[in-house]
């Protein structure tokens, strides 16, 4: 399974934008897509999660009501709608796919296998 994130850039605080994970290699059913970010000098941290077959949604508290994900089935790719972004956002987010995970473990990093590279969101004036 390979994953692409994309969709990062220099943006305002309040400002939107849309990060995308494409998986390529084989289905997502089955799995849970999770968003995490980094950032400088901080612990990776969750920030996202959807299972893939249900469609279960989970956010992070810093997020919740900010972000937003959704999934499209035939491009096998997840969606992460950023907005009200603020500085604190900042930091390097990335996207991971966990196999059979349960609900309670939904953000812990290690229960993801695999990574995708990363994209950067920096939220400046």
């Known amino acids: 399974v390979q994953l692409q994130a994309s969709g990062g850039g220099l943006v305002q605080p309040g400002d939107s934008l849309r990060l995308s994970c494409a998986a390529s290699?084989?289905?997502?059913?089955?799995?849970?897509v999770g968003w995490f970010r980094q950032a400088p000098g901080k612990e990776r941290e969750f920030v996202a999660a959807?299972?893939?077959?249900?469609?279960?949604?989970f956010y992070a508290d810093s997020v919740k009501g900010r972000f937003t994900l959704s999934r499209d089935r035939a491009k096998n790719t997840v969606y992460l709608q950023m907005s009200s972004l603020k500085p604190e956002d900042t930091a390097v987010y990335y996207c991971?796919?966990?196999?059979?995970?349960?609900?309670?473990?939904?953000?812990?990093?290690?229960?993801?296998?695999?990574w995708g590279q990363g994209t950067l969101v920096t939220v400046s004036s």
């Open positions: 290699g084989r289905t997502l059913s089955g799995f849970a």
């Open positions: 991971a796919l966990a196999p059979r995970i349960i609900n309670s473990s939904i953000g812990t990093l290690s229960e993801y296998d695999y």
């Open positions: 959807i299972k893939w077959s249900g469609g279960s949604l």
